[in-house]
């Protein structure tokens, strides 16, 4: 929970206020209010919700060893560079690369360092074999780089083709992996404009300009080098890594697609905030999704200890960064946190998307609930989420129903970013947060020995359908351990439904698009996003739960382009693609 | 024999035996007098002496209200006046309230006091304020001439090294304190606070508890325990203990404000808003007041936000949040201009108080540190609280004495103090000091 200004004042400037008079005992015997009979109340269940009950038959469970991936990303801590650099991490995302029909995932490899040098680590394309088995093919699919330190992935259908291409975020350059359609890619970045020598960490594909190619939003980071290295110590004077306010920030870049291969950089045009001084962004976590629903494509930056950006799409691409005044920039005290992981959903059902973002210890998760016309209200305290207190540095983030019960749950991987944090916990456990019908979140807890009751120096997060079952499994990315692969196996008493858009009129992936299912227990929103998560991409596709005694009645789906489709006949538990009409003129 | 002038009848022998009598009766009575007054005096005295070691016991326990009970009686027996002074002065150190304590000490000096006890009290005095010089030297000296002593001269010295900041010797200090007075709570409390200051909320957790284990009755022991198990996500627990710190008046604010918090994370929406009504009923206190509109802001109730915080952001600019939250209402109520300039506020104040603690952290603690100390100190008294741009001050006064912006700078502060505050004549005086000080400088 996030203390008030006044609570949370240094402790030792309430000794050093009043010596005298704070310090005083020997005080009156007065023995104070019943206390027995206020605690008894506490335990008491909100809203007549048993305790312990929401959530009740979630399973989750680590198929990890079964798939066969122990590929992992390394972050070169070992090499004792102590650098910001290695803090990071990398993340995890699902793509079909070779349209196959089964999700694959892209694994970056990270780096080290040698003397006074950033090196790469070659990166993994597992290839999904069917029957939860993968073999990587990345040096097979030209996909391994190698020379770059890598951070972020993140799948976006340049061309729209159909064969997804790759974008790879790391220290000084970036990859665009252009899928040439026959299980290979061709590495274009320079060829393509693509020319952004800073740290690039996350990035997000979608048509910002409505022009039907998608475009690309690249987060910087810090201008850590090292030339630029100072040196931290921890609690005991160890060596350790540098915090973010020590270095000036690097402007994010949007460029925008050409639609023949080649993009240009647009940032100063748009509006863009572009300042480097230390409070400007330090980019983390980029969404691209339709925020205000308003029919164009938004983008909402996460950036670590400065106040994070939303840029509201006027329609035509250019953008106005409004997080401040729209409530979404800062905490509920009005501070900026150290925010990383992002994701977008309407938690309360209401039929508006609400911001989620994953923040840094000591700071409450950013629960924003969307009061539509655009304004934002922070609401961590009002959901419970502020009772997870300040032990967490939370990464890679996604909504999901895992029990099928019509409300989106939270997933959230976490893991400290230096060696020796004052709490002593560089593994954290993640953490499941089941939605108790749009009030409030619970934390759910594990038996011993499970994933979610093991901690973990955890990064990146990604759900899609590995199996083909319709449901989403959630893959995990950690440093210095291979991901894990969780299966959702609840005993969930509902119905599901999954949903793939192909847009036809605008850019193939149709992020901006969005889904609302109708059931006579209440509508459904989902969108299409890009990006989120942290360094991650999770698959473009939309997941539904709904309890089995309410019926589904329909699908509205609402494409980038405008237009709306009316889906009655759909059928549960099933997983469906939908392709736009095509719109003649 | 009558010989024609009157003269006494001679006196029977009974009459000489009653005169006898009359007479052991008038020396037995004079000698009761003089018992009776020898043991008066001895009363007097015992009871002085009785009443100024009852003032040190409760000095040694930290009962200061008792510490001043017992000095109040002994006034009115006039005898050891110079340590009854003497123990005025101390118990002014103990209050913060240099002044009192000087015009105290002097006293004492007027009625023969010992001048060694009063130079050192002197000493422990600018050591409790954080004079650099006093406390990186004079520790060993002081201490090995502290007889009956040795704790306040590690109190002293122990809320210098806290006032600046010097958390791993107070910390030393405070564990060695700890490990030779094993009943002790002052320590253990105050090392609980170092530790809770730094995040390592089991250990303090620990020390908290052992505090109330030694003195149940230890309110503000009770309010931090509270606090860090609040950190700790032990919510049910803390609230009762919170209960039980409200008990104390200067404290019920603090601890309701936190209770409500508890109960706001319980989902306990309603319970919070009751309590902090009342609080804000009672008390106007600030906090409860952003707390409670907090609440507000999430039910939506923006007018009501507006006329609860419009006076807080007035009189409490440095409260970021109360600004902040002001700033949404206004959005939400349409205001949008008014709205704007209040979020810019918000965004430069956190940019600048950021600032601040960057340069916090690397300030060193020689003389040549002061510039550095008297841009945290501006910062804060403009941005932040004027309470904490004054520790600033002192911090930064007292690393070079001679550093002439700080003594400009606290005169201007001490100027707007006393017009701020004509009826508190301490203001005046520091004023009236940090002047003399500035025209010895050379200005």
Redesign the interface.
């Known amino acids: 929970?996030h203390?008030?200004?006044?609570?949370?004042r240094?402790?030792?400037?309430?000794?050093?206020?009043?010596?005298?008079?704070?310090?005083?005992?020997?005080?009156?015997?007065?023995?104070?209010?019943g206390?027995s009979a206020?605690?008894g109340s506490?335990?008491e269940p909100?809203?007549g919700v048993p305790a312990g009950s929401v959530g009740a038959g979630i399973e989750l469970r680590d198929v990890s060893a079964q798939t066969g991936i122990e590929f992992f990303y390394e972050n070169g801590a070992d090499d004792q560079a102590n650098s910001i650099l290695e803090s990071l991490g990398g993340g995890v995302t699902f793509v079909d690369f070779d349209a196959d029909g089964r999700q694959d995932l892209f694994l970056p490899g990270g780096g080290g360092f040698g003397d006074k040098v950033v090196v790469g680590r070659r990166s993994a394309l597992m290839r999904n074999l069917g029957d939860e088995q993968f073999v990587d093919v990345a040096a097979l699919a030209g996909v391994d780089g190698g020379q770059l330190y890598t951070h972020g992935c993140h799948v976006g259908d340049m061309d729209n083709d159909g064969f997804p291409d790759l974008l790879v975020t790391g220290y000084g350059d970036i990859r665009l992996y252009h899928n040439q359609g026959d299980g290979t890619f061709l590495e274009v970045h320079q060829q393509a404009g693509l020319a952004n020598r800073s740290w690039s960490t996350a990035a997000a594909w979608g048509d910002i300009n409505g022009d039907g190619f998608a475009d690309l939003y690249i987060c910087n980071y810090v201008n850590w080098s090292f030339k630029n290295d100072p040196s931290c110590v921890g609690?005991q004077d160890q060596p350790d890594v540098c915090p973010p306010?020590l270095f000036d920030a690097l402007p994010d870049v949007l460029f925008f697609n050409n639609g023949d291969g080649t993009f240009r950089d647009v940032s100063d045009q748009v509006g863009l905030v572009t300042g480097t001084e230390q409070?400007y962004s330090k980019g983390l976590g980029v969404l691209m999704a339709d925020i205000d629903l308003d029919g164009d494509l938004d983008i909402y930056v996460a950036n670590d200890t400065t106040?994070n950006y939303l840029y509201l799409n006027d329609g035509s691409g250019l953008l106005e960064e409004v997080g401040?005044?729209r409530?979404v920039a800062?905490d509920?005290?009005?501070?900026?946190n150290g925010s990383m992981g992002i994701d977008l959903g309407d938690y309360n059902g209401d039929q508006l998307p609400d911001l989620w973002v994953s923040n840094f210890e000591?700071e409450a998760f950013g629960l924003y609930e969307n009061?539509g016309r655009g304004?934002f209200?922070h609401?961590s305290?009002?959901t419970?989420i502020?009772?997870?207190?300040?032990?967490f540095v939370g990464f890679g983030t996604a909504f999901l129903d895992v029990d099928l019960d019509g409300d989106e749950d939270l997933l959230v991987t976490n893991g400290h970013v230096i060696k020796y944090p004052?709490?002593g916990r560089v593994e954290q456990l993640p953490l499941l947060l089941v939605n108790d019908q749009g009030r409030?979140f619970q934390r759910r807890q594990f038996p011993a020995g499970e994933y979610f009751s093991t901690p973990h120096a955890g990064r990146g997060l990604a759900i899609g359908d590995l199996v083909g079952d319709g449901k989403a499994e959630i893959v995990i990315s950690h440093i210095q351990q291979p991901c894990a692969v969780i299966a959702n196996q609840s005993s969930a008493a509902g119905a599901w439904l999954s949903v793939r858009l192909i847009g036809r009129n605008g850019a193939r992936d149709a992020v901006g698009a969005t889904v609302v299912l109708h059931t006579s227990s209440g509508d459904q929103l989902r969108m299409v996003k890009g990006g989120g998560s942290y360094m991650s991409q999770s698959e473009y596709r939309l997941y539904w739960g709904y309890p089995d005694d309410s019926q589904m009645t329909g699908l509205t789906v609402r494409w980038p382009g405008g237009l709306v489709e009316e889906h009655d006949a759909v059928i549960i538990n099933d997983s469906i693609v939908l392709i736009e009409a095509a719109v003649v003129e | 024999m009558y010989n024609g002038r009157r003269t006494r009848p001679l006196k029977p022998d009974f009459m000489k035996r009653r005169k006898r009598k009359r007479r052991r009766r008038r020396s037995s009575r004079t000698v009761r007098i003089i018992v009776l007054v020898l043991l008066l005096l001895a009363g007097v005295f015992t009871s002085s002496w009785y009443m100024l070691q009852q003032t040190q016991r409760a000095m040694a326990k930290h009962d200061l209200e008792a510490a001043e009970s017992w000095l109040q009686w002994s006034a009115w027996v006039p005898i050891r006046r110079g340590h009854q002074a003497f123990l005025r002065a101390r118990l002014a150190r103990r209050r913060a309230d240099f002044y009192a304590m000087k015009r105290h000490l002097e006293r004492a000096g007027e009625l023969g006091y010992e001048v060694r006890l009063l130079e050192r009290e002197k000493q422990l005095a600018m050591a409790q304020q954080g004079d650099v010089q006093i406390l990186t030297t004079r520790f060993g000296p002081i201490l090995k001439e502290a007889d009956s002593d040795v704790l306040e001269v590690f109190e002293a010295f122990v809320i210098g090294l806290l006032h600046m900041r010097r958390y791993d010797g107070a910390s030393e200090l405070l564990v060695g304190w700890c490990e030779n007075y094993p009943d002790d709570p002052f320590p253990r409390y105050l090392l609980g606070s170092v530790y809770q200051d730094q995040d390592r909320d089991q250990e303090a957790e620990a020390l908290f508890r052992e505090v109330l284990r030694l003195d149940p009755e230890h309110h503000q022991a009770a309010y931090s325990l509270g606090i860090v198990l609040i950190d700790q996500q032990k919510t049910a627990a803390a609230v009762e203990l919170l209960i039980f710190a409200a008990n104390k008046p200067e404290l019920r604010a603090d601890a309701d404000l936190a209770r409500s918090q508890c109960y706001r994370t319980l989902g306990r929406t309603k319970a919070a808003e009751q309590l902090l009504l009342s609080l804000v009923k009672e008390t106007g206190d600030s906090a409860a007041t952003v707390e409670l509109a907090q609440i507000k802001l999430e039910a939506a109730e923006f007018q009501t936000v507006a006329d609860l915080l419009e006076p807080v952001v007035e009189d409490h600019p440095e409260l970021v949040n109360a600004r902040y939250v002001y700033a949404q209402a206004l959005r939400q109520l349409g205001d949008e201009e008014t709205a704007d300039h209040h979020f810019s506020l918000v965004i430069e104040t956190n940019r600048q108080l950021a600032h601040a603690n960057e340069l916090a952290e690397t300030l060193g603690s020689g003389p040549d540190s002061a510039d550095q100390h008297l841009r945290v100190a501006r910062i804060h008294l403009q941005y932040g609280s004027r309470a904490e741009g004054l520790q600033w001050l002192l911090r930064s006064y007292s690393v070079n004495k001679q550093h002439r912006p700080t003594v400009e700078e606290l005169v201007l502060y001490y100027q707007q103090q006393s017009q701020r505050y004509p009826d508190v004549p301490d203001y005046q005086r520091t004023l009236d000091n940090f002047k003399n000080l500035l025209v010895q400088l050379g200005g």
């Not at chain 1, 203390?3 to 949370?8: D, F, G, K, V």
């Not at chain 1, 240094?10 to 209010?33: H, K, M, N, R």
């Open positions: 929970m203390l008030s200004a006044r609570t949370t240094q402790p030792i400037q309430l000794v050093l206020i009043c010596v005298g008079c704070l310090l005083a005992t020997g005080c009156s015997s007065d023995s104070g209010e206390i206020e605690l506490l335990t909100i809203g609690p306010k409070e106040p401040l005044i409530s800062l509920a005290q009005g501070g900026a000591q009061h304004m209200l609401s305290e009002k419970g502020t009772s997870l207190g300040g032990l004052l709490s409030r």
